[in-house]
């Protein structure tokens, strides 16, 4: 029985929004790289605001696209992310 609740712990999510344990792992792990880079370049944004004047926002935009408009019908409302609307660059 404890098995079954620790398994739980990673399978619901994935199942949830239609992928295998390994397959929501590789786009966790590449949106997170993302994140990663896109951050880094808003940070650097702040201190030089004449470099990656674009990058954030573009970024957002993107990973919005892959994770909600492309997973229409293969999720729940549970699991959708909510997005506050973006203003600026």
Same mark, same amino acid.
């Given at each position: 029985?404890?098995?079954?609740?620790?398994?739980?712990?990673?399978?619901?999510?994935?199942?949830?929004?239609?992928?295998?344990?390994?397959?929501?792992?590789?786009?966790?792990?590449?949106?997170?790289?993302?994140?990663?880079?896109?951050?880094?370049?808003?940070?650097?944004?702040?201190?030089?605001?004449?470099?990656?004047?674009?990058?954030?926002?573009?970024?957002?935009?993107?990973?919005?696209?892959?994770? !909600? !408009?492309?997973?229409?019908?293969?999720?729940?409302?549970?699991?959708?992310?909510?997005?506050?609307?973006?203003?600026?660059?």
């Amino acid at each position: 029985m404890h098995d079954m609740k620790l398994r739980h712990l990673f399978t619901e999510h994935p199942e949830a929004v239609g992928e295998t344990y390994f397959e929501h792992q590789r786009c966790a792990f590449a949106f997170g790289a993302t994140m990663l880079a896109a951050g880094a370049a808003c940070l650097l944004h702040g201190l030089v605001p004449a470099l990656f004047r674009t990058t954030g926002s573009s970024t957002v935009k993107r990973l919005h696209e892959r994770m !909600v !408009v492309n997973r229409t019908g293969r999720h729940d409302s549970s699991d959708a992310p909510q997005v506050a609307p973006m203003t600026g660059s």
